[in-house]
């Protein structure tokens, strides 16, 4: 009869053990502070039947052949086509999709924008960009989106499923449908894996992700991409 509780015993010690490591990760690894939510998630007694739990960053390069996931943010470009509406990869089936993890304050995401919005222009059947802002000191106001011709999607939109983000201290519970107002920031590092700005999924007509770029894009890489997936 001793011998279950033990073993849940050191279930739970290996599961916290391993959730509090994350604490002394260097900053780059570290979790982002997390949206407020009205609801406190127990673990162990639960809120919900919840799809997915999240303890670590994803590894963007893990999503290479997968579907991409779906996302639901709203769109603040009032320059670009669906201004205000909830978009993500899953609205442009049948296109290139690049999906873009960007920063207002990182000088290589502002640079690319221009060449984003040149291609999308030149290839509005072909292409669609998405940028997607991922950093919550980011703020998109700073810019004058009149220059580009593309959804950029803001930080606050609707959770496309119910999950937990756990960390050594908490979880916090994110309702399916329901709107966080940084659910851009917790999605952009739990579910893409955002590592660094500018990161750029590369997403075929058929909704895979093929690659994945860190760092500024060029001319002569979204050329080789179009080629490529065409």
Request: charged fraction near 25%; hydrophobic fraction near 40%; proline fraction near 7%.
């Amino acid at each position: 009869m001793d011998s279950l509780p033990k073993r849940y015993l050191r279930r739970d010690i290996l599961r916290y053990g391993l959730a509090g490591l994350s604490v002394l990760l260097p900053p780059f690894a570290c979790s982002p502070a997390f949206p407020q939510t009205t609801e406190a998630y127990d673990p162990l007694v639960g809120v919900e039947k919840v799809i997915r739990e999240f303890h670590s960053p994803a590894n963007p390069h893990d999503l290479v052949g997968q579907k991409a996931p779906a996302l639901f943010q709203y769109n603040i470009n009032s320059h670009s086509p669906r201004q205000g509406q909830l978009l993500g990869p899953q609205d442009y089936a049948g296109k290139i999709v690049f999906l873009n993890l960007w920063a207002s304050w990182c000088g290589p995401c502002r640079s690319e924008f221009s060449t984003f919005a040149d291609f999308q222009k030149a290839y509005p059947d072909d292409l669609a960009f998405l940028a997607l802002e991922a950093d919550e000191n980011s703020d998109w106001k700073s810019l004058d989106l009149s220059r580009y011709n593309f959804p950029i999607l803001e930080k606050k939109g609707k959770a496309p499923f119910g999950f937990t983000v756990c960390t050594a201290e908490s979880c916090r519970l994110y309702r399916k449908d329901v709107e966080y107002a940084d659910l851009g920031v917790v999605l952009a590092e739990y579910l893409y894996g955002r590592q660094a700005y500018p990161t750029t999924f590369v997403i075929d007509r058929k909704q895979i992700v093929r690659e994945v770029f860190v760092g500024e894009l060029w001319e002569r890489d979204i050329e080789k991409m179009l080629g490529k997936y065409r």
